[in-house]
């Protein structure tokens, strides 16, 4: 499935490497959908999602917590895994074929 979106990002990326030297940046992207609740909050959604190769190592320095970014990406998915205290849990994952920079959140000043 065809993935396209705009979020933010919850975390800033964490580029590896597998065993054979491939780069991998792994992101957290959310986003809000639907009405708000009673505590004036709309509820979000959550999709981890991973960049390979030469694109992983150039966007990862730029893919900082509370950026705004666009994705382009491929493979929508739920993986189930088991938590801490045995309970099963379940995760929306994507593969993506590029990531652009749309804003980056900036740190307010604090007036002293």
């Known amino acids: 499935m065809k993935v396209l979106g705009i979020g933010r990002l919850g975390k800033d990326a964490e580029l590896r490497r597998t065993t054979s030297g491939l780069a991998v940046a792994n992101i957290l992207l959310a986003w809000n959908y639907g009405k708000k609740g009673t505590d004036g909050m709309k509820p979000s959604q959550w999709l981890e999602c ?3 190769g030469a694109v992983a190592e150039k966007v990862t320095p730029y893919l900082k917590k ?3 970014v666009f994705i382009d990406g491929r ?18 994952c994507a593969t993506l074929d590029s990531v652009e ?5 900036k740190k307010e000043e604090v007036p002293f």
Not at 101 to 105: N, P
Request: proline share 0%.
């Open 75 to 92: 493979d929508l998915h739920v993986e189930t895994f088991e938590k801490k205290d045995g309970s099963l849990g379940s995760k929306l």
């Open 101 to 105: 920079v749309i804003h980056e959140r």
């Open 50 to 52: 991973s960049l390979f």
């Open 66 to 68: 509370g950026t705004q």
